[in-house]
């Protein structure tokens, strides 16, 4: 599936909207969604989405001065892949997997196409690195430092509760 895009008439509509909507204490800017698509990478889906950022006084245009587009891509994660996120999503090393931008000052001078690309391959990383087994390796060391901190807890408990007394052991010194 390729990217389904906004027509610039659609997302005026909808940026006009937000500013007739605003409410007193709400943020006077944000992002309304140019792009989406929804792609499926040996077997395991993963969203793209294009994002345009707009503001009250300017309405769309870059959130910095540096950015050569008005957008930013965002890879995220749809329903059906959420059990594989919610699983992943503790393993200690494991950080953000299926879910990336292009908001970073490394992505300024970045065409929206590039910025799609490399959300792609961010995402395609991810997918290689869980079927690769990489994942499976990190929770096995994970696992393994937990058995260890437990039997090193289990040791702690074990000679607590052979002291069956309260000894006055002496004066605390400061």
């Not at 140019?34 to 503001?55: M, P, T």
């Not at 994660?77 to 990336?100: A, R």
């Not at 289990?154 to 006055?168: F, L, M």
Request: include cysteine; hydrophobic fraction near 30%.
């Amino acid at each position: 599936m390729s990217l389904i895009w906004k027509s610039e008439e659609e997302m005026q509509k909808e940026l006009k909207e937000r500013i007739d909507n605003w409410k007193k204490g709400y943020s006077r800017d944000g992002y309304i969604q140019r792009a989406e698509g929804k792609f499926n990478y040996k077997g395991i889906c993963y969203l793209i989405r294009v994002l345009r950022y707009y503001n009250h006084t300017n309405m769309f245009t870059n959130i910095s001065g540096e950015k050569v587009s008005d957008s930013h891509v965002v890879v995220e994660y749809p329903e059906e892949t959420k059990p594989i996120v919610d699983i992943v999503s503790g393993i200690d090393g494991v950080y953000d997997f299926l879910y990336h931008d292009t908001n970073h000052s490394h992505n300024d001078n970045q065409t929206m196409d590039e910025q799609i690309e490399e959300c792609h391959t961010l995402a395609k990383e991810d997918i290689d690195n869980l079927l690769s087994g990489e994942i499976s390796k990190k929770m096995n060391e994970g696992i393994k430092r937990l058995q260890e901190a437990k039997d090193k807890l289990d040791n702690v408990i074990k000679d607590a509760n052979q002291v069956n007394d309260v000894k006055d052991i002496g004066e605390v010194k400061k």
